[in-house]
């Protein structure tokens, strides 16, 4: 299977990157020099400094033999117009980022009109992120999955004597709930059983959303849910606009803080229902002029990864209820689960995750990177036809790294063990290490048998010995 990264950003290398995991033979195309020098350095793919949009370069690839074109510059018209030529040309799947606001409700029209299967937003879909957090009653950061019957909840351990030095079989205090990972100074785990709990672990439990409302009300110390009223934002970017867009219509009261003035008047034209205020949200003293610790969130989405975390650390110290930050790089990956901050969103992470689940086709109901983007969580229906269909889990004889954290089975929620029997329609959500998850996705929908399966994939060294 052969892709196309055109556009070597932040998130051109996170997708070449995980492309190359999926086995892809992968061809990076930047107009940047410096930019193709340091994917040559660090990735293998086959880099080429030439601007795309000079079809010749894309008949000299010969874009017919590719099975995926993914465009990422940061023009979108450019991007559009790559992925149109694209498919003319022969190429079998096409996905442009478009970033514009003023193409957000055309995107469906000129996915038709163009022939681009799937155009992508990444900055709407951070916002749809942040918005689904600071929606929810409690605080730990959570996401849903299968519709809602499964909830997953991050919360760092830190020095809790119910947790540390134990084994997670040993556990009493998750009521019914499953860790599924562990994030442990930066690096990712997939425990079992016999691992055993360290000082500041960052632990991802899974389990019925009732019982992960029970955890998160239990283990915050706040005895009493806040309902969100009012949202300050700082920074009136393409994010900021679109979460303002999505909060207001929940009839949440927003605040936004922008320093460049014009841009105020094109916000507050947008936004006519929203507070806009021309001002430099960095310096402390205009957040304490606005009473930034009587809203209910406080979200940092500037184009400056530093200033928002900086900005998210310093309010959340004001006793604000949720403090956010939105970043794009991987730099703060090993410092983030020590920062003081409700919830970081990482636009390349989550743009990534979309991306992918459109590549590995209609058998991923949803996938989310989670810890960094070292954890996938997917969901797949397993089908009569699936090699694992009837097979018990304790069987199926998988890879470390890989965890089945439940079963939907006629609308029930399951939580597995060994002797659970795969049965056709059930729903599965499934964790694993980012390295593994397109090799059991195999396993999972292949059709044969399944020692044939496996051995087919050891053999091309696809995974590790079982």
């Known amino acids: 299977m052969k892709a196309l990264v055109v556009g070597a950003g932040k998130l051109g290398y996170r997708l070449a990157a995980s492309l190359i995991d999926e086995n892809y033979e992968v061809t990076v195309v930047d107009n940047n020099e410096d930019v193709i020098k340091n994917i040559s350095n660090s990735l293998d793919v086959l880099s080429i400094c030439a601007n795309a949009l000079d079809f010749g370069v894309l008949e000299e690839l010969d874009i017919s033999t590719y099975d995926y074109v993914v465009a990422t510059t940061t023009n979108d018209e450019a991007n559009v117009i790559l992925c149109t030529v694209s498919k003319k040309l022969g190429a079998k799947y096409a996905i442009a980022r478009v970033r514009d606001p003023e193409y957000i409700k055309r995107l469906d029209f000129l996915s038709k009109e163009l022939q681009i299967d799937k155009i992508i937003n990444p900055d709407f879909a951070t916002a749809r992120s942040i918005f689904k957090y600071l929606m929810k009653r409690y605080q730990l950061y959570s996401d849903d999955f299968a519709g809602g019957k499964v909830s997953l909840v991050e919360f760092n351990i830190g020095n809790d004597p119910n947790f540390i030095g134990k084994k997670i079989m040993d556990i009493e205090q998750i009521n019914d709930l499953l860790i599924a990972a562990i994030s442990r100074a930066g690096d990712a785990i997939i425990p079992n059983g016999h691992t055993v709990l360290e000082e500041n672990d960052v632990i991802i439990l899974a389990g019925k959303s009732k019982n992960i409302t029970n955890f998160d009300k239990e283990h915050t110390g706040i005895k009493k849910a806040k309902p969100l009223r009012s949202t300050m934002i700082l920074g009136g970017g393409k994010t900021g606009l679109y979460l303002a867009m999505l909060l207001l219509k929940e009839n949440v009261q927003v605040t936004i803080v922008e320093m460049n003035r014009d841009r105020c008047f094109v916000l507050k034209e947008m936004l006519p229902n929203a507070q806009i205020i ?26 400056i990864d530093e200033a928002n975390l900086l900005m998210s650390l310093v309010t959340k110290q004001t006793g604000i209820y949720k403090s956010v930050a939105k970043i794009s790089r991987t730099n703060y990956d090993k410092v983030l689960d020590k920062l003081d901050i409700d919830a970081v969103f990482n636009t390349s992470y989550i743009t990534a995750a979309e991306m992918l689940k459109e590549i590995r086709g209609k058998s991923s109901l949803s996938l989310h990177l989670l810890l960094n983007g070292q954890v996938e969580c997917t969901e797949l229906i397993i089908k009569e036809k699936h090699l694992v269909c009837g097979k018990s889990l304790e069987n199926l004889d998988l890879p470390e790294g890989i965890l089945i954290i439940a079963i939907i089975r006629k609308n029930e929620m399951l939580v597995p063990n060994g002797k659970t029997v795969l049965k056709p329609k059930d729903r599965i959500v499934l964790f694993s290490m980012h390295e593994v998850a397109p090799k059991m996705q195999k396993i999972f929908s292949s059709e044969g048998k399944i020692k044939d399966a496996i051995n087919s994939i050891k053999n091309r060294g696809m995974v590790d010995e079982l």
Do not use: H, I, R
């Open 278 to 303: 021309n001002a430099d949200g960095t310096d402390m003293s205009t957040l304490q002029e606005e009473l930034v610790n009587t809203y209910d969130a406080f979200v940092a989405a500037t184009g």
